[in-house]
């Protein structure tokens, strides 16, 4: 148990439409990662928010955005979808000052896009 | 373009015998290294991880080598258990001030038979 919920679990949607996943983490980690894990695959890096600021990101395209709030939340939102765009999102927070590295991760929101 | 690689997509060992998960890298940016575990319907814990400056890191059974010249990794468990079965990441950062961006292998699957 890492503490950090993702939601929902298991989402389909259709080409061209909009999605939002959300996850919760723990106080005290004031960094969130977004991964996009295919299937087969080992997880992506879509980009990071420290302190509701985005200060790294992937070689994703700018209809994968996000937000970062106060209260150690996050949302991924990805617009446009795409087929391709099915997957596993991995959400992952970072505890201020731990280990370099180290993430915590979520179980991760299922997409898949008909 | 592939950064990191797990060549080995399955391995199967006894119980109480050892478990050599490999991988490698290609890009010479990467000054650390990390493993996680995952189970299924779990996102990945992390595991053990090794600073470019070390060539050998260990946590109880769990020891990982780094072999920089040959930018190859290593994890040993010994002894393996019942309970190590699950897919191994291998995962890699450079260390860029955003500083937590991992570059993920494709995993291997580990099972520990009886």
Redesign the interface.
Known sequence: E?G?TQSPTHLIKTRGQQVTLRCSSQSGHN?V?W?QQAL??????IF?Y?REEE??R?NFPPRFSGLQFPNYSSELNVNALELDDSALY?C?S?LAGG??????????TRLTVT | DQQ?K?NSPSLSVQEGRISILNCDYTNSMFD?F?W?KKYP??????LI?ISSIKDKNEDGRFTVFLNKSAKHLSLHIVPSQPGDSAVY?C?A?AY?G??????????TQLKVEL
């Open positions: 890492t950090v960094t990662s991964y087969g695959q080992g997880p992506q890096f990071q420290y200060n790294g992937g991995l992952a970072k280990r370099r590295g180290e993430q915590y991760f979520g179980p991760g | 990191v797990q650390y990390l996680y319907a779990e996102g990945p814990t992390f991880s990441f995962a950062s860029t955003g500083g937590n961006k991992l570059t993920f292998g494709t995993g």
